[in-house]
């Protein structure tokens, strides 16, 4: 029986990808840097250290500390102008947290989570894990393995709840069960080879397939 329902963030409770796209964009134009959005949309569920190598090669720290602060600001900008929630993500988690617990493991930063995400459903969440609270980000199995020992569950006892094929490595290694949704950035043809055990167009359908899993 599932006893804890543990979510990745971008993708799947916010839809944030063209917000972080034109911030990034933004900082590479102030830095002299080319930007390329095909490369970013192809990495957007990697970590900022992961994404700092992919699109701006070896650059020095204090250089990437400069660009990244410009990227943080633009990107809150934008996100101020906008309401990036996924619908249907409020009712899903507030149902949810009546009958399991709920957590967070994502590859985003603790204060983009924290000055975007409704506070009133961020406290629905038992334990969170954010990129810059793991020394090994996504598709490491490492910040799942943690989760569920804070929650003190075993992989048989939880689902993982993501939207890319990195989530879906990342909980095939940890054994535990993955549902992906195709309100991401990964395709449902990217999602359907990667093999997870079940795809959803959007959160609504959430609660059914976890009754399946207890029927199994």
């Not at 799947?12 to 990034?24: C, K, Q, R, S, T």
């Not at 250089?63 to 619908?87: G, M």
């Not at 048989?156 to 949704?181: F, H, N, P, T, W």
């Amino acid at each position: 029986m599932v006893q804890a329902v543990i979510f990745d963030y971008n993708g799947v409770l916010i839809d944030d990808l063209e917000v972080h796209e034109e911030a990034y964009a933004a900082a590479a134009k102030e830095f002299g840097f080319p930007f390329s959005r095909e490369a970013f949309r192809k990495h957007f569920s990697a970590s900022p250290e992961q994404k700092r190598r992919v699109l701006f090669g070896e650059i020095s720290d204090d250089l990437w500390q400069r660009l990244f602060e410009v990227k943080t600001d633009r990107y809150f900008e934008l996100a101020a102008e906008r309401n990036l929630l996924i619908p249907g993500v409020a009712e899903t988690l507030t149902d949810l947290s009546a009958k399991v617990m709920l957590g967070l493991v994502t590859n985003t930063l603790r204060v983009y989570f924290e000055r975007v995400f409704p506070p009133s459903l961020a406290g629905l969440f038992r334990e969170k894990i954010f990129s810059d609270e793991t020394p090994v980000p996504k598709p490491s199995p490492e910040p799942l393995f943690e989760i569920m020992r804070r929650l003190k569950v075993t992989a048989e006892q939880c689902c993982y709840v993501g939207d890319s094929v990195l989530d879906i490595v990342m909980a095939k290694k940890a054994g535990v069960r993955i549902l992906v949704v195709t309100t991401g950035d990964g395709s449902r043809e990217e999602l359907e080879a990667a093999g997870p055990d079940g795809i959803l167009d959007d959160l609504s359908d959430l609660a059914e397939k976890l009754g399946n899993f207890a029927t199994e």
